[in-house]
């Protein structure tokens, strides 16, 4: 059982990571409906403004009792989202809660913190809540999925995205039933390699395809960073995990770099495509979360 004070870090951490991804899965699908599909798109908003809402309170208890290493990660928020989620949201005419970012943006650590009984309480509260509202948000995704592969509904989005991201929630939905047993995932170290390595193929992918084609240049690196990622998820078979660990994290910080300059181009519209600010820097902080896992792992 984890003790209280690594309790309501690790909560507090895996929460302010996922949440705020869930809202921005829902924010994308919203934006990839089309009209005629109003119902869906009203359960979208309104999960996504459940997941803001508890992301603010998440924010607010999480102030001073989250590590350093974290929060200088840019795993949280990075110096772009709040510029991404103003664009986004002018662009597509979408509602975006920015309060949220501006408060994430202040957020501090303090090692003198008091983890208190009463805060154990709260975060073990929140964690039960965010299961609930991400039962609902799977349970959307999946049948949006299935929905779409059988041809009875269009988006703007690939399928495979759609399964991208319901994988990512499932991945979330672990944590947290783990967490509410105060005990941490007993995933192997080269599953969770595979697992993101395999994320951050998919970002790769997803970005050759968004991308315009005239854009070639970016295509061409978009490509070989996605084969370089396919090349390490064969690797995890073998299970070298030091040599595997040093690879993916020397592979995820050139991806990092990437997707920093992609955001940075979409943001003065340098680039062409069909890529969402947001979105962009959605995944850039999927690597700044995984190159900390890498680094924290004990190998």
Known sequence: MLPKKEFIQISLETNLFFQRIMKEHLLFIEANLPSINASYITEANLLKSSFEDILGETIIFGNCAVREKVLS??????EYTLKAEE????????????????AELNLRSDPNFDYTEWLEEKVQD?????????????ELKEKLLDLFSNCKIFMTMYPYMLYHIIEEAKLYKESL??????????KPICDELKFW???????????????????????????????????LVEESIKCHKKLLAEKSLAATKDIRDFKTSSVKGLLNCSIKSIIPPLLAD?????ANHYIRILKEMKI
């Open 73 to 78: 990660s840019n795993e949280l928020v990075t």
């Open 282 to 286: 959605h995944v850039l902080r999927e």
């Open 126 to 138: 929140i964690n039960c809540r965010s299961l609930n509202l991400l039962e609902e948000v799977i």
């Open 177 to 186: 039933l783990c967490l509410i047993k105060k005990m941490l995932p007993k």
């Open 87 to 102: 664009v986004t949201s002018a662009l597509t005419g979408l509602e975006i809660n920015i309060n949220i970012t501006e």
């Open 197 to 231: 390595n395999h994320i951050m193929e998919d970002h790769a992918e997803f970005i050759d395809g968004m991308l315009d084609p005239t854009e070639k240049d970016l295509k061409r690196q978009a490509e070989e960073f996605a084969k370089r990622f396919e090349k």
